[in-house]
């Protein structure tokens, strides 16, 4: 099982005139591949990784994440899609003010029905493993752009997510902390973790082990998949989707979901 799938996509935005922003885009990411998207501006990345992980639906074409084939699931199932498998990390952060970097963390798993005190021990440990136990406390204004991203990427990991996306997640920091990101990225693809990385720095991008060009909506080059590692994290017997029944705790972040920053 591969997992994405995404099988003649197409992405019109309605206006006059209308916006196509992918024509028949059709790649599949195995289990463990770090894959990176590359293109000017306005080249379809941000949609095609929107609709790769269930957050906008495409106008034409199939997308299957991890064999379910996203068409055929109502948003609220596609929700507990993207809590249980995919994490989102976005060039600007979307970490809470207020809150501190384990509280920001901890919203990861909202969505999920996990009681409070394992949320912020998990926190814990996510902060951990990007290198900010020491940070758990700090509010965002008191972390570099750096950690910041390093927090927003701890959201995104907590709920073990097979899938991590991250769409310019080092635009907005400089070279060396954007390289220290990138670094983090592929520590997590060794893990088992697949990555889909959408960046305008070809010297980054060369930290994946395939990458897709876009010009125009459409796939111009993909230098294919490698053989993806063989402690890839493949989702544990069948769906893993949130509890059912599972009350949504209540936090300051709306709208956030887990794994979705
Ligand atoms: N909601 C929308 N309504 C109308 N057009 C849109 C919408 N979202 C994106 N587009 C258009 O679709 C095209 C692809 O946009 P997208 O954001 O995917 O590009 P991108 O490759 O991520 O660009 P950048 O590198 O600047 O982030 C662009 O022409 C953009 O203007
Ligand atoms: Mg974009």
């Known amino acids: 099982m591969n997992a994405l799938v995404l099988t003649d996509i197409g992405k019109q935005h309605h206006g006059t005139p209308p ?12 289990y463990g591949e770090f894959v990176a998207v590359i293109g000017p501006s306005g080249s379809g990345k941000s949609t095609l990784l929107a609709i790769a992980g269930t957050l906008e639906r495409p106008t034409t074409g ?82 570099s752009g750096g950690e910041c991203q390093r927090v927003a990427i701890a959201r995104a990991l907590i709920g073990e997510p097979a899938i991590i996306l991250a769409d310019e997640p080092t635009g907005n920091l400089d070279s060396a902390a954007g390289a220290g990101i990138v670094e983090l990225l592929a520590g997590l693809n060794s893990a088992g973790a697949t990555i889909v990385l959408v960046t305008h720095n070809s010297e980054l991008a060369a930290a994946a082990s395939r990458i897709v060009s876009l010009r125009d909506g459409a796939v111009i080059a993909d230098s294919g998949a490698k053989t993806p590692h063989s402690n890839a994290k493949t989702p544990p017997g069948g769906t893993k989707t949130a509890r059912s029944g599972a009350k949504t705790p209540s936090c300051d972040a709306d709208g956030q979901e887990g794994g979705h920053v």
Not at 19 to 30: K, N
Not at 69 to 97: E, M, N, T
């Open 19 to 30: 916006v196509v922003a992918l024509r028949s885009v059709t790649m599949t990411v195995g």
């Open 62 to 143: 199939v997308v299957e994440v991890a064999g379910e084939p996203a068409g055929r699931i109502s948003d609220r199932g596609l929700s507990a899609i993207r809590a249980g498998r995919i994490g989102f990390v976005f060039q600007q952060f979307f970490l809470i003010p207020a809150m501190s970097a384990l509280e920001n963390v901890a919203c990861g798993l909202l969505y999920r029905g996990v009681p409070a005190g394992e949320r912020r021990r998990a926190a814990g440990a996510a902060l951990e493993r990007v290198g900010l136990a020491d940070r758990a406390q700090h509010r965002p204004g008191q972390l």
